[in-house]
């Protein structure tokens, strides 16, 4: 009797794999913009790179959950290597709050385990779909930026592994170049296969939380200097108004409460925004229509409340594929960060120049960076003032008005965040980022993504180790 | 060959002393073909009820993960074998040795199996005697030493991964369908002998889920983590058999009562 395999096997080289299908993309980054098609191959287990590139010369890019949002999680006829099944725990530790997982578990994964154990991610975004790995590449932050740095602060170690099949334990003491290189490094530097993250205790999945109206940037600078020991702080800017109510928002802060609260885990959301909507769904109307309803809503301007951490962080992810409401054409961010400075002269200044172009951006985010140092040699956050919005694609409106926007960025000393771009040039990107040349010699010679040939194509400098 | 009678049960379990005390009222639950996309997603909710498991399956790696994974999330206790489950003739050492570790057993969950390769094996005969002896044979040897123990404590539950590919063959899949439709055959009577001992058969029937297994199939799959929860859910109800979605049991009635002067000329 022949005796061979008990258990399915995965695919182990992508030969074996079909061709990709002719249609959509099977894997879209969170803007739906650019579409490119791409092999996608699982990663299962930690073993499974590089050998699943074995006989296959298409340049690869790992990635994760997609929640990126223009080309950095893409690679036009390239292979993406896709993390979420290897997403297993490794271990705990419940003194330190240390704990040890695979790279493609998401924070929402990570919470469900956590939150009944009475612990908390150190940082969030403001969506739980991401994977960790994705989380250390493209060195996130969060509300808390001010007290907490960013993402990669709170990740002791991880292992890389390069497609030649070497492994490197990365941290602060052993490998710091590579530890470097690799938080925010964007998924060039090789596979992180597993990493540690050092969780916070919490005593209830309760926020405490502040609401306060401002009116102008002046007004959000006085109310950050007066509740600079917050923990979370964020405001949700309405910048389609003009006049009195230009740049006017809500200022929201909010603290873990300290009132023990039963810890059981979330519900799994229950919509799902079902169709692409049609394009012109989003436009200045009805933002501003909303953004009216939205600034009132809290009906005073000073509230106090608890919320669960859910809506606090996430309000967005109650509503699955939240994205098509953007319609098929999709959507872009724009996202900078301006040194103090500049900072309140070239926020007004491109608020301005939006509100001018009359493109509604229905989302929109305005928040101070802290003076913690990230530890990514190509990490986006710097000390000042950030701001994100998102605008759909409108044909030759939408691109001229981010090259105009860039290049004010620019001007002000600021940097644009390659996670939510889709449209920064090869000069902007290299002025941004200086550390670029040195970061690219950590590049993996067989990883690449859209962006990154996008942005270092103008000069044809590509050096690899 | 091997003998199918079963060993009698260690009665004095080579316990460490310091050991954490493994309390007799979580779940006991061997499970074979321990890092299927399925039986992973079961375990972790056994797990997170801390139930006590033992992990069998053939690649040492992959079972250190997934044993670490299960620990992590709150398992009382996680055994591991690395064992070859096409070997019968060490399936008895090896069912003794993880009752011995578990100090008894409660749930058996078979969850292998290989989808194989269709045109492949409709020309080379050694490939459809592999798939048949990896879901088929196999199974029945483990099945019969674990029935046989259930027997005498007249208590357990056997729950056994088929396939709704085995409810009728068809062109695409026959060699995977029929090697699946001799062990729901198998289970139907092994059913038939057992339940009046006081032990549950219960034979399950996925259709498509999104596993590793079928990662090349570009069709709708079913998620994971909701089959596993339904078939956590039908074990602890000692149900019988179970279509995994639901929609599958109507389909597959609908299927089987095909004709065949029409299902012959069906491409499915």
Known sequence: MPLSTAEPEVLTTIAAAPDPPTGPPQFESWGRYPKYNAKVVPLNWQGDFPAVLAGSHDSALPVGLGRSYGDVCLLKDGTLLETTGMNRLIDFDSETGILTAEAGISLAQILDFAVSRGFFLPVTPGTKYVTLGGAIANDIHGKNHEVAGSFGNHVPCFELVRSDGSRRLCSRTENPDWYAATIGGMGLTGLITWAQLRLRPIVSRGIDYEGIQFHGIDEFLDLKHRYSQAEYSVSWLDCVSTGKNFARGIFMLGEHSRVPGELKPSPEPRLVFPFDAPAFALNRTTVSLFNTVFFHKQGKAHVKAIHDYEPFFYPLDAVLHWNRMYGKRGLVQFQYAIPWEHAKEGTIAILREIAKSGLASFLAVLKAFGDIPSLGMMSFPQPGIMLALDFPIKPGVTFPLLERLGSMTLEYGGRLYPAKDAAMTAAQFQTFYPEWRRFARFRDPMLTSSFWERVTDSTGAKPTL | ?268
């Open chain 2, 1 to 268: 060959m091997n003998t199918l009678a079963t060993p009698p049960l260690d009665a004095s379990p080579a316990t460490n002393p310091t050991a954490p005390d493994r309390s007799k009222l979580t779940k006991k639950i061997l499970v074979l073909g321990a890092t299927s996309g399925i039986a992973e997603a079961t375990c972790r909710i056994w797990a997170a009820q801390g139930a006590q498991l033992f992990l069998v399956a053939r690649n040492p790696e992959k079972l250190a993960a997934v044993a670490a994974d299960l620990k992590t999330r709150g398992a009382a206790y996680v055994g591991t074998a690395v064992a070859d489950l096409d070997d019968t003739d060490k399936h008895a050492e090896l069912l003794s040795h993880a009752i011995n570790s578990l100090t008894g057993m409660d749930i058996a969950y078979l969850a292998y199996g290989i989808l194989g390769d269709q045109p492949r094996a409709e020309q080379d005969f050694e490939h459809a005697a592999q798939i048949l002896h990896t879901n088929f044979v196999a199974p029945v040897s483990l099945l019969t030493w674990l029935a046989n123990f259930c027997v005498q404590r007249h208590a357990g539950v056997l729950a056994v991964l088929s396939s709704v590919a085995g409810e009728r063959g068809r062109k695409s899949n026959y060699l995977y369908g029929s090697s699946k439709a001799g062990l729901t055959a198998f289970l139907a009577g092994l059913r038939n002998r057992v339940d009046r001992e006081g032990v549950t058969v219960l034979t399950i029937k996925p259709g498509p889920v999104n596993t590793a297994m079928t990662a090349h199939m570009n069709i709708r799959k079913a998620d994971v983590n909701k089959v596993a929860a339904t078939i956590v859910k039908a074990i602890d109800a000692k149900r019988d058999n179970l279509y995994v979605p639901f929609k599958w049991q109507p389909i597959m009635f609908v299927v089987r009562n095909i004709p065949d002067r029409i299902f012959k000329k069906l491409n499915l």
